[in-house]
């Protein structure tokens, strides 16, 4: 007479260890994974084109980021893009941050060296950029008292640089417009007299830009010395 077969009790013990082993060694993964996206996902980037610099968030994954745009329109306008000046000499790349405060020092950082390289090299953007990267200075939050004392010396330079270029504007225009005068009717005196008026408001907007000059470098030098802010860098 055959014995019966004993049952196979251990093997279903161990399918089912392994089981457990497997959901536990899931569950796990589980946690790390999600701490390391909620980590990146309060993580900040600054990335540097060679045109452009914007700013990022990192994405609720362990890895990636995407463009910044925060719901304050305040917000939205510090962290905006920013088109950088020809000749601004900055390594091109991204920089991690783990806290937006050290993200906003170094956006202040790049928008002075910016606002300086446009005001050093006027051009006809020049009124237009340095608004730009004025309005985003201002928007910035957490500003030191220096900090605050040095935008208010970058503002009056930036007015300076504008009333420069509407003088040299209208120097050009005043000089065609001699120029049409004299060659126009030479004969005329009504002509000839409006001609030697114009040069002598000539003379004076020369001697305006002249003194302009001497100003904006005498600014540069009082500016120069302000300390920056006592927060740590990244």
């Known amino acids: 007479m055959a014995k019966p077969e004993a049952p196979e ?9 392994r089981i457990f082993a497997f959901l536990a060694t899931l569950g796990l993964l589980a946690v ?10 309060h993580r900040y980037f600054l990335v540097v084109g060679a045109t452009e610099a914007w700013v990022a968030r990192g994405r609720m994954l362990p890895f990636g980021h995407e463009p910044y745009f925060p719901d304050d329109p305040i917000l939205r306008r510090a962290y905006g893009r920013i088109d950088l000046p020809g000749g601004l000499s900055m390594p091109q790349g991204e920089t991690r941050f783990e806290e937006r405060a050290d993200l906003d020092d170094a956006l202040r950082r790049l928008l002075k060296d910016a606002l300086t390289q446009v005001l050093e090299k006027p051009s006809e953007r020049t009124p237009a950029l340095a608004s730009e990267y004025l309005a985003q200075l201002e928007s910035l939050p957490g500003a030191s ?7 208010n010396v970058l503002r009056r330079s930036a007015r300076r640089a504008e009333a420069q270029l509407l003088l040299g504007r209208a120097r050009a225009n005043l000089e065609q417009a001699t120029k049409l005068l004299r060659t126009a009717d030479p004969d005329d005196p009504e002509a000839k007299r409006r001609a030697q008026a114009l040069e002598s408001v000539l003379g004076t907007l020369g001697r305006l830009a002249l003194s302009g000059s001497v100003a904006s470098t005498a600014s540069t030098s009082v500016a120069a010395p302000i300390p920056t802010s006592t927060r740590g860098r990244p």
């Open 32 to 41: 790390v994974g999600y701490g390391a996206s909620w980590l990146n996902a």
């Open 145 to 151: 008292l220096n900090e605050e004392r040095e935008l």
């Open 9 to 17: 009790r251990p093997k279903a013990r161990i399918r089912i260890g």
